[in-house]
C-alpha cells in the first residue's frame, strides 16, 4: 500500500494551491480519507475529512471557508483545495486512509506560506 502526496510548494498569503494524494495497493472507494498538517514545533492537527463516496466532508474550524476536500475514486485520489493560503498554513500535510483497523499514512508533503 503506497500514498503519495503531492503538490506542495512556496506560495504567496492570499494565494491557493491544490494537493494530491494518489493511492495504489488498497481499494481506495472503501477508505475514508484525512489530511492532516504538523508545523515545526507544533504537533500534528486535522485538517479535515472525506467519507469514502465523497459524500461527507468536515474541516477544521481554521480551514472552513478556505479549504475543500473532493475526491476521485476512479483515479485514487483525494484533493485538497487550499485557497486564501495564510502564513499559519505553513506545515508539512499528509494523508490518511483508514477502513476499521486498516490505516495508511503517505509521506507528506511541504506548503510554505510567505512573501
Known amino acids: 500500500v503506497q500514498l503519495v502526496e503531492s503538490g506542495g510548494g512556496l506560495v504567496q498569503p492570499g494565494g491557493s494551491l491544490r494537493l494530491s494524494c494518489a493511492a495504489s495497493g488498497l481499494t481506495f472507494s472503501r477508505y475514508a480519507v484525512s489530511w492532516y498538517r504538523q508545523a515545526p514545533g507544533k504537533e500534528r492537527e486535522l485538517v479535515g475529512g472525506?467519507?469514502?463516496?465523497?459524500?461527507?466532508?468536515n474541516y477544521a474550524d481554521s480551514v472552513k471557508g478556505r479549504f475543500t476536500i473532493s475526491r476521485d475514486n476512479a483515479k485514487n485520489t483525494v484533493f485538497l483545495q487550499m485557497n486564501s493560503l495564510k502564513p499559519e498554513d505553513t506545515a508539512v500535510y499528509s494523508c490518511n486512509a483508514r477502513r476499521g483497523v486498516m490505516n495508511y499514512w503517505g509521506q507528506g508533503t511541504q506548503v510554505t506560506v510567505s512573501s
Open positions: 472525506i467519507s469514502s463516496d465523497g459524500g461527507i466532508t
